[in-house]
C-alpha cells in the first residue's frame, strides 16, 4: 500500500574543494539541488531567486512542510562575530499528495 505523500528536498549547499585540494587556497562554490523521488537530482545556481524558486515548487503541487540546517561549520568571522557558526546545508523537505 503506497502512502498518501510523496516527499521531495530542496538542498542548498555552501562547500568546498579543500579536502581534495589542500595545497592551493580553498574554491567555495554554493548551489541548490532539487531532489525530487524518482528522478536524477536538478542542480540550480546559487544566482536563482529563493522565493521565485519556491513559487516554482508551490506551482507544481509541492507543500513546504519543514526546513533543517543540516550541518553548519565553524568561521574566523561573520557578520562582526569573531567566531561564528554558519550553515552549509541546508534542507527544504516538501510534500504533495500521491
Known amino acids: 500500500m503506497s502512502g498518501a505523500w510523496e516527499y521531495m528536498r530542496l538542498v542548498w549547499e555552501y562547500s568546498t574543494n579543500y ?3 589542500p595545497e592551493g587556497p580553498p574554491q567555495w562554490q554554493r ?6 523521488p524518482d528522478e536524477a537530482a536538478e542542480e540550480v545556481p546559487d544566482t536563482a ?7 516554482r515548487l508551490g506551482a ?4 513546504l512542510v519543514t526546513q533543517a540546517n543540516w550541518d553548519s561549520a565553524i568561521v574566523a568571522e561573520s557578520h562582526g562575530w ?4 554558519v550553515p552549509v546545508l541546508v534542507w527544504w523537505i516538501f ?4
Open 19 to 21: 579536502a581534495t585540494h
Open 31 to 36: 548551489g541548490y539541488r532539487i531532489e525530487r
Open 49 to 55: 531567486n529563493w522565493l521565485e524558486l519556491v513559487n
Open 60 to 63: 507544481e503541487g509541492w507543500e
Open 82 to 85: 569573531p567566531n561564528a557558526g
Open 95 to 98: 510534500k504533495r499528495p500521491r
